[in-house]
Nanobody, 120 residues
């Protein structure tokens, strides 16, 4: 089974920065794509940023402020968050689409989330 673990969340002031990291482990065949989602209380979970091969995409609300990157050798994906706003407050989840022995054609694996709070 594939394990997905996020880290880097915490409390930050508006305008500050945080860097989230996601570590993927297990008997992985291939990681196809990786992404960050977030969910604020009372709201739907939304895509923040995703990366696959050489392509990235971002939610309109974070374009120009957030940057997603991946290290294929280490099986990690990071989200650099700059110019944070109170509305960025949410639990951030890492999602990985990967194949393994159980799902050789691929499956989505989710981390348990890391809380980001943007407040003065």
């Amino acid at each position: 089974q594939v394990q997905v673990v996020e880290s880097g969340g915490g409390l930050v002031q508006p305008g500050g920065s945080l860097r989230l990291s996601c570590a993927v482990s297990g008997s992985i065949f291939t990681i196809y794509d990786m992404g960050w989602y977030r969910q604020a209380p009372g709201k739907w979970r939304e895509l923040v940023a995703a990366i696959t091969s050489g392509n990235t995409n971002y939610a309109d609300s974070v374009k120009g402020r957030f940057t997603i990157s991946r290290d294929n050798a280490k099986n990690t994906v990071s989200l650099q968050m700059n110019s944070l706003k109170p509305e960025d407050t949410a639990v951030y989840y890492c999602k990985v689409n990967a194949s393994d022995s159980i799902y050789p054609c691929g499956n989505n694996y989710w981390g348990k989330g890391t809380l980001v709070t943007v407040s003065s």
